[in-house]
């Protein structure tokens, strides 16, 4: 099993980008349904699970229903929505070798500003900031559920809860590959951060202290009478 940046296969009918277009400012919707969508189905499952037992005593039929609503939402946000409202990308295919290839995808965009002209590579602000804003809210929320179910002691709904943390932590850390870098891990990233601010700030102080030293007095001229 490989992760890396790969080509896109050949069968891909629209090329990939070619459908972000927006002459919208950045505080319209450019693609209104699919961020409908991206968080109809996101909301739906937590609301579901939170009011099931309300409606049906019956666990198999709120278990298929979130189940049912879990799918949904992994399959819209892994192939739709993230296409369209962040211009990422990640996917898995086999070769003729049987061996399997992770590939994590970037456009390079730029922010849609308002009243610029249309241009395929362009995400909408405000689109960007929905995204990532369910995208992540929603598996803390799970999170909390999980930690309710374990201690008290509903073992039925915590393998509920851990199929939903698994559907939803999946796209988190795909579409975090993707921002940062498929051939790249997460903890390779972080370090080269940390590393090049601590490097700056070294560099930064002792810029400081070479100016704040009074030059050589043995150096300076001395007014004789």
Not at 42 to 70: H, K, N, Q
Not at 125 to 143: G, M
Not at 180 to 208: C, D, I
Request: one cysteine or more; glycine letters at 6%.
């Amino acid at each position: 099993m490989s992760s890396a940046t790969m080509p896109l296969l050949d069968d891909d009918t629209i090329a990939f980008g070619e459908d972000l277009d927006t002459g919208r400012s950045k505080d319209s919707l450019t693609h209104p349904y699919v961020t409908c969508f991206h968080l109809v189905f996101r909301g739906a499952s937590i609301i579901v699970y939170m009011l099931c037992g309300w409606f049906s005593d019956s666990f198999i039929a709120s278990f298929v229903t979130v189940v049912l609503f879990l799918s949904m939402d992994f399959w819209t946000v892994k192939n739709i929505t993230g296409r369209l409202m962040v211009g990422l990308r990640w996917w898995n295919y086999v070769d003729d070798d049987g061996k399997s290839h992770w590939v994590f995808e970037s456009r390079k965009l730029v922010i849609c500003g308002p009243f610029q002209g249309s241009s395929q590579n362009r995400i909408n602000e405000r689109e960007a900031r929905i995204f990532w804003t369910a995208l992540i809210l929603t598996p803390l929320i799970w999170a909390i559920f999980f930690i309710v179910a374990l201690f008290g002691l509903k073992l039925k709904w915590l393998l509920l809860v851990t199929i939903a943390l698994i559907l939803n932590g999946s796209n988190l850390y795909g579409y975090i590959k993707c921002k940062v870098g498929g051939s790249e891990n997460l903890s390779t990233v972080t370090s080269n951060f940390f590393r090049k601010q601590v490097l700056q700030n070294a560099v930064s102080l002792v810029a400081r202290q070479a100016s704040n030293t009074p030059a050589n007095p043995l150096s300076q001229p001395t007014n004789t009478v």
